[in-house]
Structure formats: C-alpha cells, structure tokens
C-alpha cells in the first residue's frame, strides 16, 4: 500500500473540497477538474488521466483488486466497501470529503483490511 500517495490525496481533499467526486472517475464542475479517490491516485502519480483506468490506480496505491474494492467503493452488502459511518445517504451513495477523508485514514490504519 502506497501510504505517501494516499496521504497527498487526503491533502488534496483537504485544501479543494470540491474536486473530489466519488461518483465520476474524472470530470469537471464549475471550480474546475474533479477526480474520486482512484483517480486522483492516476493523477497523482503521473498517469495519462485521458482514460479511465482502474488498473493505473490500483497500480499506483499498490492495491490488490480486493484491497481497491474495499477504498474505492460502496458496500453493496458483502461487506467489502465502505463501512456505515462513512457512506452517504443511503439514497444516493455521494460521500462527503470529510468522509473520503476518513475512510482513507481507516484504511490505512487497517492495513487495508477493512
């Protein structure tokens, strides 16, 4: 696990608020270029952001496949994705970045296994 990347990530979310978008690997808002957790780990990490590529963010954090399931997504009820206290309304899964932010710390301080 890449914690240093995932750490500049969180800094990220942290000083622009409103280019993290969970729903949307890479796009746009009217602040400017919005990315979620994994792409902002393509970003990051110097890969071509052109296309979307799971694989080049789960290559930069170092993650297996099960590991990123578990950072990158909701919980759809086999419990590999985010845990309860981190999920948006259960309407519509739109996580704060307090909450990105918090579900990264987790997952780091886990080791990546929850």
């Not at 750490?7 to 949307?24: C, H, N, S, T, Y």
């Not at 919005?34 to 290559?59: F, K, N, Y």
């Not at 993650?63 to 259960?90: M, Q």
Request: proline residues 4%.
């Amino acid at each position: 696990m890449n914690v240093e990347l995932l750490r500049r990530i969180q800094e990220v979310i942290r000083l622009k608020p409103e280019a993290l978008e969970m729903g949307d690997w890479h796009g746009k808002n009217l602040c400017g270029t919005t990315h979620c957790i994994a792409g902002w780990a393509q970003v990051l990490s110097g890969h071509d952001e052109s296309h979307r590529a799971d694989d080049e963010g789960m290559e930069a954090l170092e993650l297996s496949y099960e590991e990123a399931d578990r950072l990158f997504y909701v919980d759809v009820g086999d419990g590999s994705g985010w845990p309860k206290e981190f999920r948006g309304s259960p309407d519509e899964w739109k996580p704060t970045p307090q909450q990105a932010i918090a579900r990264i710390e987790w997952f780091i301080k886990t080791e990546g296994r929850e």
